[in-house]
């Protein structure tokens, strides 16, 4: 039997074996074994496994164990009848319970966002934790840099972490130099190192998505943006990058900063002390959450929390996310709720820098508008926020996307909180991006041409392999 045949039904068994796999999933590599044989082998070898293990998985097992007495005391014990299934499942995932008294301000994007920002970051007195998944040398990357430049000139403690491929060009530039001369600790997550040697303990494309400040243990930034302008000049084609962007403070940011934790110790194991101390509950607040996910957490996880949530849903459901592949398990939650008469709108952009992710979202259209979803294709830039909102009660937002690489590849941070008054000024944000945007006709969809549909659910097929 020839080389290739041997490899290809070695590999094909592969697939058919293993139980961290859904169908879809394995049906989409059996295709492309068969339609591309020596470039299917080659991608599943570099491609196929979630690998995460050698000394990055090591130091990331070292720094939950670090963690988990803080983590485990950091919010409650998950009580399904007083914070709802949904916190119960989040809780399951690595440890954070809720919190209450927790307070949330929604910030305005992007010049307002960037100045409430600065303003924490010059009123830091302590210590200020930043990881970011991209880090651009532009007017709102310096900014933030001289911001942290100054703090530690006073004699703040600041920590810099910023993935290793997001924001390659970033680590190479004179502003991170100046960074480290100052006197800002710094620290890149998921380093190449010699490619060769780490693509064989995990995949090249495992990121670091987080997008996390903490100021003074006290006050967190957390939502959609990077560390870059709107204009995102990486991709200029494509802006005004439309992000969401939330100050909070309380419980729930002691949290978020043990998750920063968790990914600084990789690089700086001794440091535990310094990520602040237990905040306390603050008088009239609400109950928040944080939640971490990536590829050290049991898989599928991140998916089925977002079925999860749309299933919490009674009478309405809206949703913003740029990058929409949900695969089964999600898809099937949307129309589910959408069936038992629940209000249910995606907003997803126009225009997205990714042409894959563009032709496989349209691909779930046709199912999602018969079982009753309101589609609408934002018009105004790139639609980067990520939101989630229940019932005008509850939200979950943060930098995960709706899509393969979130559920299953990238780390990721968000939040989960319930409160009316900030869920609605959320909510008005998400009408504002409906009003720019474009109701998906239900008919149009209907009569698109077979070879249309071909075209799309082509990418869709492929996609739970990328």
């Given at each position: 039997m020839?080389?290739?045949l041997?490899?290809?039904?070695a590999v094909?068994?592969?697939v058919?074996a293993?139980s961290?796999?859904?169908?879809?999933t394995?049906?989409?590599w059996?295709?492309?074994l068969l339609?591309v044989p020596?470039?299917g082998?080659?991608?599943y070898?570099f491609?196929?496994?979630v690998?995460?293990?050698?000394?990055?998985?090591a130091?990331?097992?070292a720094?939950?164990a670090?963690t988990?007495?803080f983590?485990?005391a950091?919010g409650?014990?998950?009580n399904?009848?007083?914070?709802?299934?949904a916190?119960?499942?989040a809780?399951?995932?690595?440890?954070f319970?809720?919190?209450?008294?927790?307070?949330?301000e929604?910030?305005?994007s992007?010049?307002?966002?960037r100045a409430?920002?600065?303003?924490d970051m010059?009123g830091?007195?302590q210590?200020i934790?930043?990881?970011?998944y991209i880090?651009l040398?532009?007017?709102?990357g310096?900014a933030?840099?001289?911001?942290l430049?100054?703090?530690?000139k006073?004699?703040?403690?600041?920590k810099a972490?910023v993935?290793a491929?997001?924001s390659?060009a970033?680590?190479?530039?004179a502003?991170w130099?100046?960074?480290?001369?100052a006197?800002?600790?710094?620290?890149v997550?998921l380093p190449l190192g010699n490619?060769?040697?780490?693509?064989?303990q995990?995949?090249?494309d495992?990121?670091?998505?987080?997008?996390?400040?903490?100021?003074d243990?006290r006050?967190?930034?957390?939502?959609?943006?990077?560390?870059a302008?709107?204009a995102?000049r990486?991709?200029p084609e494509?802006?005004?990058?439309?992000?969401i962007?939330?100050?909070?403070?309380g419980p729930?940011?002691r949290?978020?900063?043990l998750?920063?934790?968790?990914?600084?110790l990789c690089?700086?194991?001794?440091?535990?002390?310094?990520?602040g101390a237990e905040?306390?509950p603050?008088?009239d607040?609400f109950?928040?959450?944080?939640?971490?996910t990536?590829?050290?957490?049991?898989h599928?996880?991140?998916?089925?929390?977002?079925?999860?949530l749309i299933y919490?849903?009674?009478k309405?459901?809206?949703?913003?996310?740029?990058y929409?592949v949900?695969g089964?398990t999600?898809?099937?939650?949307l129309?589910?709720a959408?069936?038992?008469g629940?209000?249910?709108?995606l907003?997803?952009?126009h225009r997205?820098d990714?042409?894959?992710?563009?032709n496989a979202?349209r691909s779930?259209y046709?199912?999602l508008i018969?079982?009753?979803?309101?589609?609408a294709e934002y018009?105004?830039?790139?639609?980067?926020?990520k939101?989630?909102?229940?019932?005008?009660?509850t939200?979950?937002?943060?930098?995960s996307n709706?899509d393969?690489r979130?559920?299953d590849l990238?780390?990721e941070?968000?939040?989960?909180?319930?409160?009316?008054?900030?869920?609605?000024?959320i909510?008005e944000?998400?009408?504002?991006?409906?009003?720019?945007?474009t109701p998906v006709d239900?008919?149009a969809?209907?009569?698109w041409?077979?070879p249309r549909?071909?075209?799309f659910?082509?990418?869709?097929?492929v996609?739970?392999i990328l």
């Amino acid at each position: 039997m020839p080389l290739h045949l041997l490899l290809f039904a070695a590999v094909t068994l592969r697939v058919l074996a293993r139980s961290d796999m859904l169908p879809a999933t394995r049906v989409a590599w059996i295709f492309v074994l068969l339609v591309v044989p020596a470039f299917g082998l080659a991608l599943y070898v570099f491609f196929g496994e979630v690998n995460f293990r050698g000394p990055a998985r090591a130091a990331h097992r070292a720094a939950e164990a670090a963690t988990r007495p803080f983590v485990a005391a950091s919010g409650e014990r998950p009580n399904l009848a007083r914070f709802g299934v949904a916190s119960g499942f989040a809780a399951s995932i690595n440890g954070f319970g809720p919190t209450e008294g927790n307070r949330g301000e929604l910030l305005d994007s992007p010049a307002g966002a960037r100045a409430r920002l600065i303003q924490d970051m010059d009123g830091a007195s302590q210590s200020i934790s930043v990881l970011y998944y991209i880090w651009l040398d532009d007017g709102t990357g310096r900014a933030v840099a001289e911001a942290l430049m100054r703090a530690a000139k006073r004699g703040v403690r600041c920590k810099a972490m910023v993935d290793a491929i997001g924001s390659r060009a970033f680590t190479a530039s004179a502003t991170w130099a100046d960074l480290r001369a100052a006197g800002v600790e710094t620290a890149v997550a998921l380093p190449l190192g010699n490619p060769l040697t780490t693509m064989f303990q995990r995949r090249l494309d495992l990121r670091n998505h987080r997008k996390i400040t903490v100021v003074d243990d006290r006050i967190l930034h957390c939502g959609s943006q990077n560390c870059a302008d709107a204009a995102f000049r990486v991709k200029p084609e494509f802006a005004p990058w439309v992000d969401i962007m939330v100050r909070f403070e309380g419980p729930a940011v002691r949290q978020m900063h043990l998750l920063l934790a968790q990914d600084w110790l990789c690089s700086h194991p001794d440091e535990l002390a310094h990520f602040g101390a237990e905040i306390k509950p603050l008088p009239d607040g609400f109950v928040a959450q944080a939640v971490g996910t990536g590829p050290d957490v049991r898989h599928g996880v991140t998916a089925q929390l977002f079925a999860r949530l749309i299933y919490e849903a009674r009478k309405e459901l809206i949703i913003s996310t740029p990058y929409f592949v949900p695969g089964e398990t999600v898809c099937e939650a949307l129309a589910s709720a959408a069936q038992s008469g629940v209000d249910v709108t995606l907003i997803v952009p126009h225009r997205n820098d990714s042409r894959f992710v563009a032709n496989a979202s349209r691909s779930y259209y046709p199912r999602l508008i018969a079982a009753g979803v309101k589609i609408a294709e934002y018009n105004g830039g790139l639609l980067h926020a990520k939101t989630l909102t229940i019932d005008g009660a509850t939200t979950f937002l943060g930098s995960s996307n709706m899509d393969i690489r979130s559920f299953d590849l990238n780390f990721e941070n968000d939040i989960l909180f319930s409160d009316r008054a900030l869920t609605g000024r959320i909510r008005e944000r998400q009408m504002t991006y409906l009003a720019a945007s474009t109701p998906v006709d239900p008919a149009a969809v209907k009569a698109w041409s077979i070879p249309r549909r071909i075209w799309f659910n082509a990418f869709a097929v492929v996609g739970p392999i990328l």
